[in-house]
């Protein structure tokens, strides 16, 4: 497998995640060599285009763990089309980049604890119980992630691309969890710190 890291300090949004992560300090998060970014449309040059999830092509943004020669990579895949196919603004995406990276510098911690088939079996565990336990969890880590936005100072964007997301069909399905986000949001209750990770 191999990666490519991409990073284009011209696009508009990387330049505004800067700004904003800088203005708050998180430079060094931002620089942290294990976060590889790739836009979608070059996914198909990697040696194992399949490995990336099919999600990114209903997404803006997809955020993924490697495992790379021992080392932990979180990529972040960049739709760029579908953010323009819902014309989200600069600043739109640039809520959108950091997002993913609050994917990883402010998860659940509830989240890598989610037992899995074969916890259940070995530990006598009810598999629905933990399926809609799942569910939770990773709604939660996207209250986590949208957290990561407003401490960063994109309120509003992140509310205008989730607004964006609920008046298009495509999204249809996700309408519950964007509701969810939109009302967590919009009421202040957003103030999930997750663990740090260096
Ligand atoms: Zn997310």
Known sequence: MRFIFEIDKQLAPIAIVEQKLSDNNHLDDFNCDSIAFLSSDKTKDLKNPELISSIIWKSFAITQKFCLDNCKVDLIVFNNNECNRLK????????????????????????????????????????????????????????????????????????????????????????????????????????LIGERKK
């Open 88 to 191: 989200l603004s600069d600043d739109e995406k640039a809520s959108v980049i950091i997002h993913e990276l609050g994917h990883v510098f402010n998860r659940n911690p509830q989240i890598d604890k989610i037992p899995n088939l074969h916890d259940c079996l070995d530990k006598g565990l009810n598999y629905n119980d933990a399926k809609q336990k799942t569910k939770e969890e990773k709604d939660n880590d996207e209250l986590y992630a949208d957290s990561y936005v407003v401490k960063n100072g994109l309120k509003n964007e992140l509310e205008s691309c989730i607004n964006k997301s609920l008046d298009d069909d495509a999204y249809s399905k996700m309408k519950e969890t964007l509701k969810m986000r939109l009302n967590f949001i919009r009421n202040n209750n957003i103030n």
